[in-house]
Each structure stands twice: as C-alpha cells, then as structure tokens.
C-alpha cells in the first residue's frame, strides 16, 4: 500500500480543486488522492506561512527550498507574495510534484521555479536563504531528524530554517534535536496545539 509519502502512488487518481485564502490572497490548489491533506490546505502548514509572512514583509531575489513540498501550497504561496525570490520545491511523492509544478504555474503565471524529486537532500546539493519544512512526521523521526540536520547544513549564514510541528507529534524532541544543531531554536507561535519554530544558522 502506498502513503502519500511513496514515491509511486497505487490509489487511483481523482484529481479536484480547493479553495484557500491567506492575507487576502486567493488559491487555487489542484490536489489528488495519495497526497497530504487533499481536501483541505493543513492547519500547519497555514499557520506556519501565517507566521512567516508576519515575519518577513519583504523579500528580494533570494534562495528558498520548500522540502517536502506536497501538492505546492508553500511554494505557489510564497511565490505569489514574493515575486523576485527563487523557489525549489522537492519532494519523494511524483504524484505531489507534478500537482506542485501546476499549481505554482496556476496561481502566479510564471514558470521560474524549480520542482524536482529528492529523497531528504540526496538530490540537493545547492545551499539556501530560507529552508521551509512541515516534516513528514508518518515517514519516521529518521527522515524527519535527518531533514533537520541537512537544512543545516544546506543554509547560508544568517539562514533561516522554518518549521511547524503538532506538540502531540513530538515538537518538543523536534525543539531540542533543533536547539542542539543550531544552537538556537525560537518558537514563533503556539496554535491548536501546533508549534512554529525558527532557527538561524549562524555558522
Ligand atoms: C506533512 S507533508 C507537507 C506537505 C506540504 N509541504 C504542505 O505543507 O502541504 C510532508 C511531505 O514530505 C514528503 N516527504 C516524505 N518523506 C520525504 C523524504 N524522505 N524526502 C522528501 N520529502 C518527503 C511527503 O511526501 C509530503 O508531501
């Protein structure tokens, strides 16, 4: 059987439209079946950008991975409120990044973005600005602890790693693997039992 975070997806595809609005901004996300949280953009994952676009009011043509970016809501969102900054989005799921290379070009008519499949970092090798990541917690704390070492390592100085996690799904382990690798880890928000961190890379 396979989950939405397979590589290969076996559950047949029927694809659908759903709504989602932040700041004023409307999306329209295609999404599918064998991908995270097809019926609706995930409380985290919007509480995260909520919490990122307070932070960041402005941005210019810098570097952001989306890890484990899903059917794209990260990528197409950011994209739309930051016109000049450069976009990876990864993921293991093909299903998820295909949907993603649409809805990117479906919410903001442009093409300059770069989608494509990797396992964590395997296929990775740039650094970034800005790493963004809701972990997929059902792949295991191995995949999720590896993320957070890698981003890490893929960050520029002053780099920024953003990440939002359910206190129920081990946020507080999530904080203290963070804090120990960073040697910083500020928590921006607690909502709904929900927890956005931020930690600086400040190598
Ligand atoms: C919690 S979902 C978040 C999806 C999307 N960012 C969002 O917020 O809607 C985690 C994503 O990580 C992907 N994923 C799982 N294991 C992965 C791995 N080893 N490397 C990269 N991505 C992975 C899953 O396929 C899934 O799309």
Redesign the pocket.
Known sequence: MSH???EKQDVKSAKKVINYKIKDEKFEFLTDNG???KTK??F??DA?LRVFLDENKKLGNIQIL?????????SAVLKRFFEKVKILS????ER?LELTKENIKKNNGKDDFEVRK???F?NISENFDII????????GKQ?IF??YEESFSHLNKDGKFYCVIQTKHGAKSTQKELHKLFGNCTTLAIESGYRIFKCVNKK
């Open positions: 939405y975070f397979s991908v995270f949280s953009v995930d985290g994952t995260m989306d890890i484990g970016c899903g059917y794209g809501v990260v990864t993921d293991v799921n998820a990797s396992f964590v395997e963004l990541s809701n972990p997929p917690i059902r792949a995949v590896q993320i």
